[in-house]
């Protein structure tokens, strides 16, 4: 399924990490709101912290929003 968004939250494996993908690249593994900002911060997207991830309409949650981590 194609997103429109250009950040992608996948839904949580079995360890309890979720796939991020931005811009149509796979960015590597988050397990929290902190490691998906710091993803977005590589991606050219300074300052962001938790609180920008939890709320962005820039990011798609499949599988469960920002609180999600556990399957």
Not at 28 to 42: I, K, N, P
């Amino acid at each position: 399924m194609a997103s429109s968004k250009p950040v992608v939250i996948y839904p949580p494996d079995e360890e309890g990490g979720r796939r991020v993908r931005i811009d149509g690249m796979i960015k590597g593994r988050a397990y929290s709101t902190r490691d998906v900002a710091a993803f977005c911060q590589e991606a050219g997207l300074q300052g962001w912290d938790e609180m920008d991830v939890v709320r962005s309409e820039l990011i798609e949650w499949r599988g469960g929003g920002p609180e999600v981590w556990t399957r």
